[in-house]
Nanobody, 116 residues
Framework: QVQLVESGGGLVQPGGSLRLSCAAS????????MGWYRQGPGNERELVAR??????LYHDSVRGRFVISKDNAKNTLKRQMNSLKPEDTAVYYC???????????WGQGTQVTVSS
């Protein structure tokens, strides 16, 4: 069964940093464009950052603070979040979208709370 499992969420103070990871099992990483989305309290799910082939697209609100990377050999997607703000509080989801066909996979989400 194809699966995406996020880890690394938690509570952090404003200005702090967190690193999230997404481990993918039973998929060929190179056939998917990987990305991160988030859903804050009362908000719709929104894009945080994602790969589009070799390009990385960032939401304006996180550009310069968040960096995503991937390891195709380990089927792992990571995100380094710096200078966190209370408005970054959300459930963060890993997403795998097929590059050459329709279809996508979601992880179960991991909570990130930014609060003093």
């Amino acid at each position: 069964q194809v699966q995406l499992v996020e880890s690394g969420g938690g509570l952090v103070q404003p200005g702090g940093s967190l690193r999230l990871s997404c481990a993918a099992s039973r998929i060929n990483f190179s056939l998917y464009n990987m990305g991160w989305y988030r859903q804050g309290p009362g908000n719709e799910r929104e894009l945080v950052a994602r790969f589009i082939d070799t390009t990385i697209l960032y939401h304006d609100s996180v550009r310069g603070r968040f960096v995503i990377s991937k390891d195709n050999a380990k089927n792992t997607l990571k995100r380094q979040m710096n200078s966190l703000k209370p408005e970054d509080t959300a459930v963060y989801y890993c997403n795998a979208r097929r590059r050459f066909a329709a279809g996508e996979i979601w992880g179960q989400g991991t909570q990130v709370t930014v609060s003093s």
